[in-house]
């Protein structure tokens, strides 16, 4: 089984190396892949939009060999990412599992608020985040943290979801959620709440609860992984 692992804003594919280690032990093969505008903070992201790195993602399923199983995982903004994948190959996903994120529905920008300088958002300053994503987040983390963070392109910010298959509900999902929890999640459902639109017509959803900060690649990097590979599995 591969599992393919996009992270979310500010972070490359090496943000994933406390976890995939431990997945490949378990014995699956495991993609960490950096996508486009993200290599260096000396990149041009004028031209790296929503749909371009969506389509960078496509093409690493479609590399995959077509009797292999794989489960997309998505961080954060990365979770958008998997899930416009998921609507361009549903025949393709075996399940998608989202950490800390959810499946961004059509029209929809990952977060349009983010404050941009030319063509990237720079990672904001800590005040800029709520107490729940910090939490667990120590200081020599928040430093190491800000020391290999890539501005994010502003275009993959601020772009609006393209979704088109509604074969897309069929595919598994699992939610890794870290700062929120299922009693709270299904207030934001009963509520209606626009980012959680595409919940309601899933045919499969499970919510993990792995309390900690909004990034638990660096908080929890063992019970991450032990939750993914769970997610593969099931």
Known sequence: MDLILIPGFWLNGDSWNDVAPALRDAGFSVHTPTLGGLH???DDRSGVTLASQVAEVV???DAVDASREIVLVGHSGGGSIIHAVVDARPERIRRAVYVDSWPTADGVAIN???EAVGDE?????WGEFGEADLRGLTDDLRAWFRGIAIPQPVHVARDPQRLHDPRRYAVPVTLVASTFTREELDGYLAAGHPFFAELPHLASLTVV???????????????LAAALADAARD
């Open 121 to 125: 958002v720079p990672l904001p300053g």
């Open 59 to 61: 093409a690493l399923v």
């Open 112 to 114: 349009e608020e983010l």
């Open 209 to 223: 609860e792995l309390p900690t900060g909004h990034w638990p690649q660096f908080t929890r990097p063992t019970d």
């Open 40 to 42: 260096s903070v000396d």
